[in-house]
T-cell receptor, first 113, second 110 residues
Framework: DVKVTQSSRYLVKRTGEKVFLECVQDMDHENMFWYRQDPGLGLRLIYF???????EKGDIPEGYSVSREKKERFSLILESASTNQTSMYLCASTVAGGDNEQFFGPGTRLTVL | SQKIEQNSEALNIQEGKTATLTCNYTNYSPAYLQWYRQDPGRGPVFLLLIRENEKEKRKERLKVTFDTTLKQSLFHITASQPADSATYLCARDSNYQLIWGAGTKLIIKP
């Protein structure tokens, strides 16, 4: 059974803390994505990666960074968490060259106090 | 800029009836549109993809249409069941990314 897993389902952090969200996929997909989802706004792309050590900014990269040291793992980093980063974070992966059918993890609900 | 618009109001349907959800896009026609289902607290799950040159696609009780004149896709669930209650998301291609609608919440009442 193919899977995308995320390190935490729920996370509570304080303003200014450094936050790491991890995503692992077992499908040998080349492309991986980080989104945030807020009510009424839909999924917004933060960063994506099309290969190991490669990354591209999405629509809302400010305040975030990413790391992809291995093909199966894509990490999202909040350098200094702020209350406006309270959100649902979703990781997805997809095979390169296909129709971009995305496989999602269960999501991490992050609350920044 | 390209946008995907879905009805933000929840859709209430009686069990057994056909539920129809709408997805409208702006600007040029996408090469394809995708539909996903999302349950509360979960990630979206891919359901169907329809290409620009396809008028209609079916999968079991699901049917999707693509009308390039109206710039619209319709998503139908026939013989709806309470288990079909979820939020349904529409997405269009944009280079190597997807642009997402905010989703429509579907509630099937027994």
């Amino acid at each position: 059974d193919v899977k995308v897993t995320q390190s935490s389902r729920y996370l509570v952090k304080r303003t200014g803390e450094k936050v790491f969200l991890e995503c692992v996929q077992d499908m040998d997909h080349e492309n991986m994505f980080w989104y945030r989802q807020d009510p009424g706004l839909g999924l917004r792309l933060i960063y994506f990666s099309y290969d190991v050590k490669m990354k591209e900014k999405g629509d809302i990269p400010e305040g975030y960074s990413v790391s992809r040291e291995k093909k199966e793992r894509f990490s999202l980093i909040l350098e200094s968490a702020s209350t406006n980063q309270t959100s649902m974070y979703l990781c997805a992966s997809t095979v390169a060259g296909g129709d971009n059918e995305q496989f999602f993890g269960p999501g991490t609900r992050l609350t920044v106090l | 800029s390209q946008k995907i618009e879905q009805n933000s109001e929840a859709l209430n349907i009686q069990e057994g009836k056909t539920a129809t959800l709408t997805c409208n896009y702006t600007n040029y026609s996408p090469a394809y549109l995708q539909w996903y289902r999302q349950d509360p607290g979960r990630g979206p799950v891919f359901l169907l993809l329809i290409r620009e040159n396809e008028k209609e696609k079916r999968k079991e009780r699901l049917k999707v249409t693509f009308d390039t004149t109206l710039k619209q896709s319709l998503f139908h669930i026939t013989a709806s069941q309470p288990a079909d209650s979820a939020t349904y998301l529409c997405a269009r291609d944009s280079n190597y990314q997807l642009i997402w609608g905010a989703g429509t919440k579907l509630i099937i009442k027994p």
